[in-house]
């Protein structure tokens, strides 16, 4: 649209310039004429940087809506909460509705088990502007479905397998109501049951070779 306007008012200012200095007698002063030429530029370039002005902040506000979306996870305290009580937080610091997608794919000693459909990307989280939504599950339910307790895993826990007794392949999604999307890179995490705590994996064996990069 910007591209078309553009183009008339070039048109415009030309066919007027040219008939006015195609007369037998002048309409137009040269004087009067540069003044013409002069705002005409001065307009075109007006335009121009009004559009991209007007292009960059809408971008951006669109962008920020979904790039200022976060999620937190946090345990409540063992004497509390002894059955493991994970508290997850996603936060909105845009002024746009946002939907989100919680994937979460829980192993216990590498089995997969399902914990319910609010965290394995079934149903959809609201979170409205400027606010956040807190939901939160128990590891013991998750321990529950290969026959074990919170205890029971305490005291198997070792140096050797702390990183595998219960472990979390975490995905988010994040859609606003204009349609833009993020979606963070899954993250492994480990509950560490004598530390009482969600652990982020910080490395992994992808068969990357420095020496051949």
Known sequence: MIKVLMTAIVISGALTVYFALSQSEPVIEIGTFSVLLLTLVAILIYVRDTHRIADVTHSRWMKDSVL?????????????????????????QSSLLIR????????????????????????????????????????????????????????????????????MDLTVHFRDELGNKRSLPTRNYFFDFADWSWIPALTLQDGWDVANT
């Open 68 to 92: 200022s979306a976060t999620y937190g996870l946090q345990v409540r305290s063992k004497s509390d909460f002894p059955r493991g009580r994970t508290m997850f937080k996603i936060s909105n």
């Open 100 to 167: 989100v997608k919680v994937v979460c794919k829980f192993r216990v000693y590498g089995e997969e088990v399902h914990l319910n459909v609010e965290y394995d990307g079934t149903k959809t989280w609201l979170v409205y502007p400027l606010q956040a939504s807190i939901g939160w599950f128990e590891i013991e339910m998750l321990c529950g479905r290969k026959g074990k307790t919170v205890d029971q895993m305490a005291a198997e826990r070792t140096d050797d397998n702390r990183s595998h007794q219960l472990q």
